[in-house]
């Protein structure tokens, strides 16, 4: 637990600390490699395992129900709270945060894929007795990613300016989405055969299908870990799919809810295309709470599992 707060938090307060310190170090660059090489073991830990492989055509329809549930209870709550809450809107353009992704994003996310098709196939061949070491070194690997997004956050606190005219209701977004999401895997699980806590776990990735997926694996099991990484991956395709669709039917505040953590980084430049630039500022803020709130929930969940 200590290993994912520590850098988390430490990274975010030495970058809103030194921000120029910051700006010099490739903190893009490390987070990348750190999922790279994250993925990389997880999936050579998921080939190795007979148990996974055998499962896999099982949890992926799981995991499809486990992502469709998410979107629905996430873009639902925020429906509602976009009815309820005055329609201020968030000033600022947002330009620093739609920069920093934009095509790449989109390029990262098939090489993190890529990464885990890589690491599935050395796990079924070559990689079995290198195993412990790989999960030792991930761990480690782990602290360093976490650093790298607290680097990220604290950096980027500028672009939380123009919400301030939202005041306290604010944070109500990501609460919606938070709840939403929780609350469709909690009532996959129910109906799949898993605990209500391993579905709060697996929707408590809100997106982020390498953090989370990660985090399970060590935490829980190769199996559940599979489970999330699968059903965050399709939560994000299926938010690149209907976003456009959801800001014209049900409005731009509920628009932001399919993406969850994503908001921040690779959904960021689709829901600005969807909603307006005037949401960026929101929905990124949206993103970077719920990705701080990824590892808080998901040990959250699976420590309170009898």
């Known amino acids: 637990m200590w290993m994912i707060i520590i850098p988390l938090v430490g990274g975010y307060i030495f970058a809103a600390k030194k921000p120029d ?18 993925l990389l073991v997880m999936g050579a830990r998921l080939g190795a395992n007979p148990q996974v492989v055998s ?17 629905i209870g996430s873009t639902f709550f925020l429906y509602l709270l976009g009815l309820l809450l005055p329609k201020a809107k968030a000033q600022g353009d947002g330009g620093d ?15 993190l894929l890529g990464s885990v098709v890589v690491g599935f196939f050395l796990g079924l061949t070559i990689a079995k007795g290198m195993a412990p070491l790989l999960t030792e070194a991930a761990t480690w690997v782990l602290g360093l990613l976490l650093l790298g997004v607290g680097l990220d956050l ?6 939380f300016a123009g919400l301030k005219q ?6 109500l977004i990501p609460a919606g989405i938070m709840a ?21 776990a697996v929707a408590s990735g809100f997106g982020w299908y390498s953090l989370s997926s990660v985090l399970i694996s060590e935490i829980h099991s ?31 505040v509920a ?14 430049p689709v829901i600005a295309r969807s909603t307006g630039k005037e949401y960026v500022p929101l929905a990124f803020f949206a993103g970077a709470v719920l990705s701080l709130a990824v590892p808080v929930c998901v040990n959250f969940f699976l420590s309170i599992m009898h």
Do not use: C, H, Y
Request: proline share 5%.
């Open 154 to 159: 604290g950096g980027a606190s500028q672009a």
């Open 166 to 171: 939202l005041g306290l209701t604010v944070i």
């Open 55 to 71: 499962k896999l055509g099982r949890i992926g329809g799981q995991a499809l129900l486990m992502a469709v549930s998410a979107v």
């Open 255 to 268: 628009a932001i809810g399919p993406a969850g953590a994503t908001a921040m980084d690779v959904m960021l």
């Open 21 to 38: 310190w910051v700006a010099r170090l490739p903190v893009a660059a490390i987070s990348n490699a750190s999922l790279i090489l994250l």
């Open 222 to 252: 190769p199996l559940l870990g599979a489970l999330a990484f699968l059903a965050n991956v399709l939560r994000e395709l299926i938010a690149i799919i209907i976003t456009p669709l959801i800001a014209r039917l049900l409005g731009p």
């Open 97 to 111: 945060a739609q920069q920093a992704q934009g095509p790449a994003g989109f390029k990262l996310t098939f090489l």
């Open 180 to 200: 939403g999401s929780i609350l469709g895997g909690v009532l996959t699980a129910l109906i799949s055969g898993l605990s209500w806590q391993e579905g709060a």
